[in-house]
């Protein structure tokens, strides 16, 4: 089992920057692809990023290039910036013992997942 924990949530102005965190503990076998989904009221859960242990990262257009997907030891970050009001959402990270997930995002079956941090970005 892996347990994952997001911090790092809050509010900022539209323009601004916040950085997830997400610790894994809790198993002998480390994720091999960790991920963030995000989800607004009344909207499906949308994947975000993924980056395999390897250190390939994906990104959803919406985020490209604004986004950036991080491993700090057991820690996996999303640094976020030009924020706006459309990135409001609970933020959710997400692990893999397989790599299938980095490329599947929506479509991959993530295995464990976090209790999610939630980002509200102000006009």
């Known amino acids: 089992q892996v347990q994952l924990v997001e911090s790092g949530g809050g509010s900022v102005q539209a323009g601004g920057s916040l950085t997830l965190s997400c610790a894994a503990s809790?198993?002998?076998?480390?994720?091999?692809?960790m991920g963030w989904f995000r989800q607004s009221p009344g909207k499906e859960r949308e994947w975000v990023a993924s980056?395999?242990?390897?250190?390939t990262a994906r990104y959803a257009d919406s985020v490209k290039g604004r986004f950036t997907i991080s491993q700090d030891n057991a820690r996996n970050i999303l640094q976020m910036t030009s924020l706006n009001t459309e990135d409001t959402a609970m933020y959710y990270c997400?692990?893999?013992?397989?790599?299938?997930?980095?490329?599947?995002?929506?479509?991959?079956?993530?295995?464990?997942w976090g209790q999610g941090t939630q980002v509200a970005v102000a006009s």
């Open positions: 980056r395999t242990s390897h250190g």
């Open positions: 809790g198993s002998t076998n480390s994720p091999t692809c």
């Open positions: 997400a692990a893999s013992l397989r790599q299938y997930e980095c490329y599947a995002g929506s479509q991959g079956s993530w295995a464990y």
